[in-house]
């Protein structure tokens, strides 16, 4: 797949793991995935061969060539505001996220009203989606915003650090680039000891 990709001399890529959720028709009728270790095995290796064939992982899941990367998403990874429009669309704007119902004919009639999908932007929500990003978090910015969190956040990065886990310098914070596929797991220690 990823040399079929090349192939059409693309300029970004996005490889997620496939997770099957119970209750839906795929979980229903699709063939038994891999065993776990194996599946991580795959990923490092698509990994290893995007960077060996000139696209940069810039995000835990995509990968792009030098000045590609989807301006897009690394809004909703850095937390910045954005405006979606039509029905299902989610926004984010002033602190607060809002959602149109999905019901196109209300929509285009004028009827639907935006539904309330609370604060965004918080302390966790920044770290969490921040350090998805290979450039990590500004803790500078943090500190300013949140200063008890963020000393909380980084006592336990200095012990993360230690491990190698995350690369901690003065005023950032990223994952180490071998953990992308635990860090979940990180980021959760992070927040929450």
Known sequence: TLDFAFSQNITHLSAYLLKVE??????AHHDPLPPEEEV?????SAVHKCKN?????????????EGYEC???????RCEEYLGLGPSAHSFLN??????PRNLKSYLQGTLSPVDDGEGGGFDERVMLGLRLQ????????????????????????VLAQNGFVMLSP??????????LISNSIISKLLFG
């Open 22 to 27: 119970e209750g839906t028709a795929f979980f």
């Open 95 to 100: 602190g607060k996220r809002f959602y149109y």
């Open 171 to 180: 005023g950032h914070l990223s994952l180490a680039p071998d953990k992308y």
């Open 71 to 77: 301006r897009h998403n690394l809004h909703y990874w």
């Open 135 to 158: 450039e990590g978090i500004d803790l500078t910015d943090l500190q300013n915003q949140w200063p008890g969190e963020t000393r909380q956040l980084l006592r336990r990065a200095e």
């Open 53 to 65: 064939t000139g696209y940069a992982r810039y995000e835990i899941s995509n990968f792009a060539k």
């Open 40 to 44: 991580c095995d795959i990923y490092d």
